[in-house]
């Protein structure tokens, strides 16, 4: 019988030690920041947490333009290259 | 039509360069705020790049039934351009939806389908450059898909529930944020034209240099 009081106390205390100690780190009601009800206003999250606009817009308009000059110099440059061998063909068959 | 080109190109380069002030004119929405100006560059590629799989798609039934040697280089150009115009929809669209909606990406309708169209126009470049003999007819095939998905992307946000705004916001968009609109979709557009002729006159030329030097083996 004793060794079965002895066990079940060791599984208590095996079971709940993890938790004790969490309990115990809670800080008291008063301290804790009062429960949230409604959705914070954009202007209100904290600075770490906000994405900045101006940093997206930016992306956004230099992709677009990086992007567009990319092709059309893509373009001019196969353009002339394509261009210069007919003309060396041409040139040749005649 | 190719002395319209450099003007085109003139043109467009400078209504974008001049884009970024008569866009800042432009109210702010007033959910979204700033970061809604990238509509004023998103939706005018996202037309386009409609537009294109259509022209695309028109191009390869020319050339698969209506047998038209030429139609195939407006195809290719079509294709290209697709890519092109659909890659700036879809890289301007997540950098908006990151601040609007929290998340760079949705599988919402909408934005799969643009997906799946866009990995149509890659796959159909990718087949005409390593398929080897017959890959310009897969090509054209594959175009006839990419065409088909077009109806299906544009009424997707009017069918089923999305967080994607439906295609009548635009309609209804207040003068001073349709004026800024309009004038992109001007210098995309004419850009666009441009660049189409540009790149069909490329693909033509090839096809006289590969006639030429297939002319030169036979002699």
Redesign the interface.
């Known amino acids: 019988m004793r060794f079965y009081r002895a066990l079940f106390v060791a599984t208590t205390l095996a079971v709940t030690a993890p938790i004790m100690p969490a309990n115990a780190m809670q800080p008291p009601a008063a301290m804790q920041p009062p429960a949230q009800s409604e959705f914070l206003p954009v202007e209100d999250i904290p600075p770490g947490e906000q994405i900045p606009a101006f940093t997206m817009l930016g992306a956004a308009y230099g992709f677009v333009w990086v992007a567009l000059l990319g092709y059309v110099w893509s373009i001019a440059r196969r353009l002339q290259k394509v261009e210069s061998e007919l003309a060396d063909l041409e040139s040749r068959s005649k | 039509m190719s002395k319209l080109n450099p003007l085109f190109?003139g043109l467009s380069g400078v209504m974008?360069g001049v884009a970024?002030w008569v866009i800042n004119a432009a109210p702010y929405e007033s959910t979204m705020?700033?970061?809604q100006?990238?509509f004023y560059?998103?939706f005018p590629?996202a037309i386009l790049f409609l537009v294109a799989a259509l022209i695309c798609g028109v191009a390869s039934a020319l050339f698969l039934f209506g047998k038209k040697p030429r139609a195939d280089g407006w195809a290719i150009a079509a294709a290209e351009l697709g890519l092109?115009f659909g890659?700036?929809t879809l890289?301007?669209g997540p950098?908006?939806a990151?601040?609007a909606w929290g998340v760079w990406w949705v599988w919402d309708p909408r934005l799969t389908s643009s997906l799946l169209l866009w990995m149509i126009f890659s796959a159909c470049l990718l087949l005409r450059r390593y398929g080897g003999p017959g890959a310009d007819k897969l090509g054209a095939g594959m175009a006839l898909f990419g065409m088909a998905n077009v109806p299906f992307i544009y009424v997707s946000v009017n069918v089923w529930r999305t967080l994607h705004p439906q295609t009548s916001v635009v309609p209804t968009l207040p003068t001073d944020m349709g004026i800024p609109l309009w004038f992109c979709f001007a210098a995309f557009t004419m850009?666009f034209v441009a660049?189409l002729n540009?790149?069909a006159?490329?693909e033509h030329?090839?096809a006289?240099?590969e006639a030429?030097?297939l002319?030169?083996d036979e002699a």
């Open positions: 190109i974008l970024p705020g700033l970061v100006k990238v560059f998103h590629a092109v890659s700036l890289v301007t950098l908006w990151r601040k850009l660049l540009l790149r006159r490329l030329q090839r006289r240099v030429l030097y002319a030169e």
